[in-house]
């Protein structure tokens, strides 16, 4: 039997615990869980909060695109959790959570950098930055190394932006 997705577009607070139990498996010995927050800088400009705006349908069609590609690089085992909050955070809200749990760790690790990197250059997804000054602006996310194809089983190259 193949894994299970959870993939949502939300605009209430998002959950660990939430994300934790849906890959939860008693055939599973690893779960991995990227948390996306906001943090209170960006190239040098002190930040208060982020809005995201979010297409919807194109998103959760993206997140679906996701999956199935984890499932077939790193196994059809894979529970895989999504989810993107849609509105306005503060500082430390969570923007993004991904859990995947696989029968061994390497698979889940793999697969949950896999997705978060892809989301970043996939997803319609809108990042509009509030900073302490007052001013505002539309940044574009990106994935950890820009610079040619990503590799999920190495350490970031000497490419990498490092942001």
Not at 65 to 79: D, I, T, V
Not at 80 to 102: M, N, P, Q, W, Y
Request: glycine residues 8%; aromatic residues 8%; negative net charge.
């Amino acid at each position: 039997m193949g894994g299970r997705n959870h993939l949502k577009v939300s605009t209430t607070p998002l959950s660990t615990e939430a994300a934790v139990n849906f890959v939860a498996d008693a055939e599973h010995g690893a779960a991995d869980l990227f948390i996306g927050t906001v943090r209170n800088h960006n190239l040098g400009k002190p930040v208060k909060g982020v809005s995201y705006d979010v297409f919807d349908e194109l998103t959760l069609t993206t997140f679906e695109e996701l999956a199935r590609e984890a499932r077939q690089k790193w196994g059809e085992k894979l529970n895989i959790f999504i989810e993107h909050f849609k509105g306005r955070l503060d500082i430390g809200g969570l923007s993004i959570l991904i859990a995947v749990s696989s029968p061994h760790r390497d698979e889940s690790f793999k697969a949950c950098r896999f997705i978060i990197e892809e989301i970043k250059h996939r997803a319609p997804i809108w990042k509009q930055e509030h900073y302490l000054d007052g001013d505002s602006e539309w940044v574009q996310g990106h994935a950890l190394c820009s610079h040619g194809p990503v590799s999920y089983d190495d350490e970031p190259t000497a490419g990498c932006c490092s942001h």
